[in-house]
């Protein structure tokens, strides 16, 4: 019965990667099972060290380590996308589980939901 | 133009309603998680793509028939017969039957 | 010949009037389902989608006016509709109550919208099948 949210967006250049999170908070806080999947540009959101102050925007890394503390179940990273922007191992944050968003893993969502 | 609900599929896993043409990235990410159960709606500009999407997909792909008469792309099939080669044209009457259809639906 | 057994609908529309047709394809997609006996139990204004709800959006005059469109479908049926208020306040989209709350100068949702939370939209997906119009952007 999880809802996967799907954020493909790269962070800070648009919003709706956190209108995203904004959709996979209000469902753990409701106690409804959800999950998140970082695919394509998305991955970016995982990278460690990000400075946003120069922008007046807040690290969406920083929103992120919160996914686990109000109930988000996993978080999940398309691994080749993970490649592609350079994101090895050590530079993605703690707690993400990299797989490929293929038939075999969507299907064990109940709901596939982007923000926009 | 429109198909009647005999040509529609009986059971639907998931109903994947794509807007995007083949360019846009999460075209790609829909065309990664199809199954044979599946159903494909090309919709808005995804009607420019329908022939590589048709040719990509393991499952039945239709099309909106306004957002394909809008860009001026004709239906090759007549009402109710099977069309050769090219994407069914459906309205939004059937729209709404896939998606009643549809056990889970996908707006990518 | 497929079963269609009637359904509960929760229409979500993400993108907005006059950079997407998502608020067109959504409006003929739940004037279909009305038409087929279905039920469209709220229709849920998220990130750009909630400039739909705005009082103040003048289209010239040979142009579709999908608020107006929207409002009219929506009183016809008795459908309520509710714009997410993190979305809205993010975009000028501020109803009488948080005019107050904020103490600004004016209040722009058009009737019969209402500004109300994110559990409005995990309610739905509780007790109805959601369907998404997103900008094809």
Same mark, same amino acid.
């Given at each position: 019965? @999880? @809802?996967? &949210?799907? &954020?493909?967006? =790269?962070?800070?250049?648009?919003? %709706? ?8 908070? %209000? #469902? =753990?806080?409701?106690?409804? %099972?959800?999950? #998140? ?26 929103? #992120?380590?919160?996914?686990? $503390?109000?109930?988000?179940?996993? #978080?999940?990273?398309? =691994? ?10 050590? =530079? $993605? $944050?703690?707690?993400? @589980?990299? $797989? ?12 596939? @939901?982007?923000?926009? | !133009? ?34 044979? *159960? ?7 500009? *995804? ?6 999407? *048709? ?7 239709? !099309? ?18 099977? *069309? ?10 059937? !729209? ?13 | ?36 006996? /279905? ?5 849920? +204004? ?18 579709? /006016? ?10 016809? /049926? ?10 809205? +306040?993010?975009?000028? +989209? ?9 103490? +600004? ?28 119009? /997103?900008?094809?952007?």
């Amino acid at each position: 019965m @999880t @809802t996967l &949210i799907v &954020i493909d967006q =790269a962070p800070y250049g648009s919003w %709706s990667g956190r209108e995203g999170l904004d959709m996979a908070f %209000s #469902l =753990a806080a409701f106690d409804q %099972s959800c999950a #998140l999947l970082f695919n394509g540009a998305g991955v970016n959101w995982l990278r460690t060290g990000q400075q946003p102050d120069g922008l007046g925007q807040k690290s969406v890394a920083q929103n #992120l380590g919160a996914a686990a $503390i109000f109930g988000v179940e996993a #978080l999940y990273a398309d =691994a080749q996308a993970c490649q592609r922007y350079g994101l090895a191992n050590d =530079a $993605i $944050i703690a707690g993400v @589980t990299l $797989i490929a968003p293929d038939q075999t893993f969507m299907t064990g969502f109940e709901k596939v @939901t982007f923000a926009g | !133009m429109n198909q009647s609900v005999a040509d529609l599929p009986a059971h639907i896993h998931t109903l994947h309603i794509l807007n995007k043409t083949v360019e846009h990235p999460r075209a790609a990410q829909c065309l990664a998680t199809l199954a044979t *159960a599946d159903t494909v709606l090309l919709i808005e500009n *995804a009607v420019l793509s329908a022939p590589e999407v *048709a040719a990509a997909a393991p499952c039945p792909v239709f !099309m909106l028939a306004a957002d394909a008469r809008a860009r001026g792309l004709i239906a090759k099939s007549g009402a109710g017969t099977e *069309a050769t080669g090219a994407t069914p044209q459906i309205g939004y009457e059937h !729209m709404v039957q896939l998606s009643a259809l549809a056990t889970r639906i996908i707006s990518w | 010949m497929a079963d269609i057994s009637l359904q509960t609908y929760t229409v979500v529309i993400t993108g907005a009037p006059y950079s997407s047709q998502a608020p067109q394809t959504a409006l003929d997609f739940a004037r279909a389902a009305v038409a087929a006996g /279905h039920q469209i139990d709220r229709v849920f +204004l998220y990130g750009d989608g909630v400039h739909i709800a705005s009082a103040l959006i003048c289209p010239p005059s040979d142009e579709p /006016h999908w608020p107006r469109l929207w409002s009219e479908f929506l009183a016809e /049926h008795q459908i309520p509709a509710v714009a997410c208020v993190a979305s809205a +306040l993010r975009r000028g +989209l501020i109803d009488s109550g948080e005019q107050q709350r904020y103490e +600004l100068s004016a209040h722009n949702i058009r009737a019969p919208f209402e500004i109300a939370g994110l559990g409005e939209w995990v309610e739905a997906g509780t007790c109805s099948k959601i369907i998404y119009f /997103h900008s094809g952007a």
